[in-house]
């Protein structure tokens, strides 16, 4: 009587049973579980870094929005600071030029005032070339000192028969006046100088009363 059937693979060599490939290894898995936990590691990292750049950029921004402000206010004060002595350097540049015109001026007009009408009235009479007739009326010192080189001038441009002389007694030393076909001259040195004394003077009086004003 058989009381039991034991059935034996005969190509089985009677090892374990091979491993599933469809089956992950352990060691395979702690692979992919270490590399897992090294790229949460590396996009924490990231994620901290770029978090930490947010923050320090906005931090910059506000440092910098401080820095201009504050800048902005310096330069204002310094504006403000620098148009008050700028007004009080005009008033001392203006009141020591007016006081040093009001001592030079008058020695100008008397040792330049001849020589300035001499070089005016010759180009004057440059300019008067070809006139039917071209006058010239000037004090009778200056008529004197510069007349005949104005007449000798007058032949070297060819028009000495146009050019008449004449002797003013109400001109000043320095004055002339001309008249051509074409043109005009009524000169002074004095009259220019005492002109630039007056504007220097309005000048020096308008920057006084706007320091006064302020103080």
């Known amino acids: 009587m058989i009381t039991a059937l034991k059935l034996r693979n005969f190509d089985d060599d009677g090892s374990a049973p091979s491993h599933d490939p469809n089956q992950l290894s352990s060691a395979e898995v702690a692979v992919l579980v270490a590399k897992a936990r090294e790229e949460g590691r590396i996009g924490g990292y990231l994620a901290g870094a770029e978090d930490g750049r947010n923050e320090m950029r906005r931090t910059m921004q506000a440092t910098q929005a401080e820095m201009l402000d504050s ?7 310094l504006a403000t600071t620098s148009a008050a002595q700028q007004e009080a350097l005009v ?9 040093t015109c009001e001592i030079v001026f008058p020695e100008l007009i ?72 074409h ?20 000048t020096h009086k308008r920057a006084v009363d706007a320091q006064t004003k302020k103080d």
């Open 183 to 202: 043109g005009s001259l009524d000169y002074g040195f004095r009259k220019i100088c005492d002109r630039l004394l007056a504007e220097l003077r309005e």
């Open 91 to 99: 008033e001392q540049i203006v009141g020591f030029t007016l006081q």
């Open 71 to 77: 800048l902005t206010q310096q330069l204002a004060q």
């Open 110 to 181: 008397e040792t330049m005032s001849v020589a300035r009408v001499k070089k005016t009235a010759l180009q004057s009479l440059k300019m008067a070339i070809g006139s039917s007739r071209i006058q010239v009326k000037l004090s009778p010192t200056t008529l004197a000192e510069i007349g005949p080189e104005l007449q000798a001038r007058a032949t070297y441009y060819r028009c000495a028969k146009a050019l008449e002389l004449q002797a003013d007694p109400d001109l000043a030393d320095g004055d002339a006046r001309m008249s051509w076909d």
